[in-house]
């Protein structure tokens, strides 16, 4: 397109430097209409209008492009364009840490940590950190498809209270801190 091109362009509501659709119109467009419809009930008009998406779902958005004066080099017809545009649900909770362990009394002086760590949007290893009585543990293995977390204290364990902590990041950027106790025996 020249430099006095004009465009219409559908960016992803999520990522405003996406394009999803993008039509190059003749460079003479004073006369042009724009009427949008969004597919959700809402429609817009200009060759630029903003729309948000207020809930999840499947939309096709579609703009009509007519001219409003005479007929222009044989375009006195209206130009339609649709887009599909995909609306995901927004992840807001936090991963799921539970099947922790060990709880209660136990003799073993390093005994093998665990937790179940869960969420729809997905978790990595890398955004799992576990400690006990603050020290990071060591040996930690994550099998994200079951959501098994695995770790053993840093050294050996004195005999007395200690607490294990589990902090968890999804993918979609939520954070979860789970706190449990347990007891090494004499």
């Keep these: ?12 509501p999520d990522n405003a430097a996406k394009r ?3 039509v190059d119109l003749a460079p003479d467009t004073a006369d042009l209409r724009y009427d949008w419809s969004f597919g959700d009930g809402a429609t817009g008009a200009g060759a630029d209008p903003t729309h948000t998406y207020t809930a999840p779902g499947t939309y096709w958005a579609t703009v009509i492009v007519s001219r409003s004066g005479p007929s222009h080099h044989g375009a ?11 609306v995901a649900a927004r992840d807001t909770a936090g991963p799921r840490v539970r099947l922790v362990g060990p709880t209660g ?3 073993k002086k390093r005994p093998t940590l665990r937790a179940t760590v869960t969420d729809a949007s997905g978790v990595r290893k890398a955004r799992i950190t576990i400690t006990v009585d603050g020290r990071k543990a060591t040996r930690v ?7 098994r977390l695995t770790a053993l204290p840093a050294k050996k364990l004195k005999p007395g209270r200690h607490t294990v902590r589990v902090v968890a990041v999804d993918n979609a950027g939520n954070r979860t801190a789970k706190t449990w106790r347990f007891r090494v025996r004499r």
């Design 105 to 107: 009394t136990t003799r």
């Design 1 to 12: 397109a020249g430099a006095k091109a004009v465009s219409i362009v559908i960016h992803d």
């Design 141 to 147: 293995r994550y099998v994200a498809r079951i959501g």
């Design 20 to 22: 999803i659709g993008c």
């Design 76 to 86: 006195a017809t209206p130009v339609s364009a649709s887009v599909k545009v995909v």
